[in-house]
């Protein structure tokens, strides 16, 4: 796959050394990162791009720091799978997104087997939020303390937490992170909330519990786990994203995948790059969309085969690690708004300058 004309001219830098957290923090964003796994890392290659701080500045543990690795059996806590992925980022300098502290998903059994009132389950609750974020204090960037707590009309999703605190879950979430780590940036974080609407709505309410409570949020996690095609549009993600920074808190991009229904070919692909362009150059537009996180970067070790049937080729690298043009895509968006673009020679023969 070769560079369209009109894409070479619009990168700055020769393609061959744009590298994408570089170009991300040269833009004015914190990081460019990816999502990584601990099964992943025995793979040269993959290591090789993971821990270049060119290409990645941000690393987010896959699983690692889930519920049914860190407490799984009551008060039995065992960091090590999380470590694995917090010590790597560690190492390189990276920044560390932590995920996460409570979902409804990937949770130890015994939580959902054990039968719970409101007084045991809170104190239960409390527990394993202040021992999971105190373990890791001053070493997360950002926490998602909670993780995909809404239903897609913007209700509240039924789980163990909600049926037995109702919302009060969401409080004592956020108390004991922000007690358990004063440093972390502590997010609400979710998948379909990356474009105006009913759920999107939801987590304005959340944000909104969570202030009125007097606690702290700074952020939301926009998943963006997308379909080619099918990607909301540059302005749905704009005047999402300012619906959530004009509350006060941050936003990122957190698990960004653009999947495709395989066979890839020359114009899915073409496609996805116009929608990863898309996705990164609107956090690009707006100021307080803190950085991206692609939710990994090399196809084979993609969530979306085992879970999307039909659909594959989600990520930035295929199978031989060469690049799919959507990485170009992503080069562009973060190139294109590094600077204002330079006004044709006509506007600069005006005696006065254009107010734009
Ligand atoms: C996924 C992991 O990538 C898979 O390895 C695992 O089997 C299931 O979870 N939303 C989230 C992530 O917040 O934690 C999920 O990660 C993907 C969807």
Redesign the pocket.
């Given at each position: 796959m070769h560079l369209s004309s009109t894409l070479a001219a619009a990168v700055a830098l020769p393609l061959a050394s744009a590298q994408l957290n570089q170009l991300a923090q040269k833009a004015g964003k914190l990081y460019f990162g990816t999502?990584t796994?601990t099964g992943e890392l025995t793979n040269a290659e993959y290591v090789s791009i993971l821990t270049n701080t060119k290409e990645f500045g941000q690393l987010t543990p896959?699983?690692g720091m889930?519920w049914q690795f860190i407490e799984p059996e009551n008060g039995v806590f065992n960091f090590t799978e999380g470590e694995i992925v917090s010590n790597l980022a560690a190492k390189d300098k990276q920044l560390l997104r932590c995920?996460?502290l409570v979902?409804h998903?990937?949770l130890a059994p015994w939580v959902t087997a054990t039968t719970w009132d409101k007084a045991n389950l809170t104190a239960m609750l409390r527990e394993h939020v202040y021992r999971e974020a105190s373990h890791w204090r001053g070493q997360c960037y950002a926490w998602?303390v909670v993780?995909?707590g809404l239903n897609e009309d913007g209700t509240y999703r039924s789980d163990v937490f909600y049926d037995t605190l109702g919302d009060e879950y969401f409080k004592i979430a956020f108390e004991e992170a922000a007690r358990a780590d004063p440093g972390a940036k502590l997010y609400y974080?979710d998948?379909n909330i990356e474009s105006p609407g009913p759920k999107s709505e939801g987590a304005k309410r959340i944000v909104r519990l969570i202030q009125d409570a007097g606690l702290r949020i700074d952020g939301v996690g926009l998943?963006s786990?997308f379909i080619v095609g099918e990607t909301p549009t540059i302005d749905q993600q704009i005047s999402n994203m300012r619906g959530f920074t004009d509350l006060g808190v941050d936003v990122a991009i957190t698990?960004l995948d653009i999947r495709l229904q395989l066979p890839a070919d020359a114009e899915n692909l073409a496609q996805q790059s116009v929608d990863y362009r898309t996705s990164v150059g609107a956090c690009m537009q707006v100021k307080r969309c803190v950085g991206v996180t692609v939710?990994?970067f090399y196809d084979p070790f993609s969530?979306v085969p085992?879970?999307f049937a039909g659909f594959g080729d989600a990520t930035l690298y295929f199978d031989n690690f060469t690049k799919h043009p959507a990485y170009n895509g992503v080069v562009e968006a973060l190139t294109n708004n590094t600077k204002c673009k330079p006004r044709p020679s006509k506007m600069l023969k005006r005696s006065k300058p254009l107010i734009v």
């Open positions: 999502a796994d896959a699983n889930k995920h996460n979902w998903s990937q998602d993780n995909e974080n998948y998943q786990h698990e939710w990994d969530w085992g879970v």
